[in-house]
């Protein structure tokens, strides 16, 4: 028998901001931000992440970059590690704004230092 649902982050309260890092290229002289707020709605809590992009670069930015225009979040480092060994699936339940958007989810194997799978959304 497989092991119920289990939620690794459901936004259901404000606590849930705190698990994550929220970035964009303002920290190399860009002009784009990045909020994630906790609203209630009909169906319950929800995340809402949200990002305004700038192409622009502010005058005497210490970095030399060419180019900006970007913005995202990622989840803080855990303490230890998620153990999902019982688990064969990961599911996300993402509403977007009909653009398309890149999600990556990141994990360690015993068979390699590190992975990633990267899905546009």
């Given at each position: 028998m497989p092991p119920s649902e289990r939620y690794i982050f459901n936004f259901n309260s404000k606590?849930?901001?705190k698990k994550w890092h929220l970035y964009s290229?303002?920290?190399y002289g860009?002009?784009?931000s990045a909020s994630l707020e906790i609203t209630e709605s009909g169906n319950g809590m929800n995340g809402i992440?949200?990002?305004n992009l700038s192409?622009?670069?502010?005058e005497g930015s210490k970095w030399n970059i060419s180019r900006?225009?970007?913005c995202g979040m990622r989840s803080k480092k855990f303490d230890g590690f998620i153990?999902?060994?019982s688990y064969d699936t990961i599911a996300m339940k993402l509403k977007g704004d009909g653009r398309c958007y890149i999600s990556t989810v990141s994990f360690l194997s015993p068979f390699t230092e590190n992975e990633m799978e990267e899905t546009r959304v």
């Open positions: 606590e849930e901001l290229d303002s920290e860009g002009l784009s992440f949200s990002g192409l622009d670069l502010s900006s225009g970007f153990d999902l060994d």
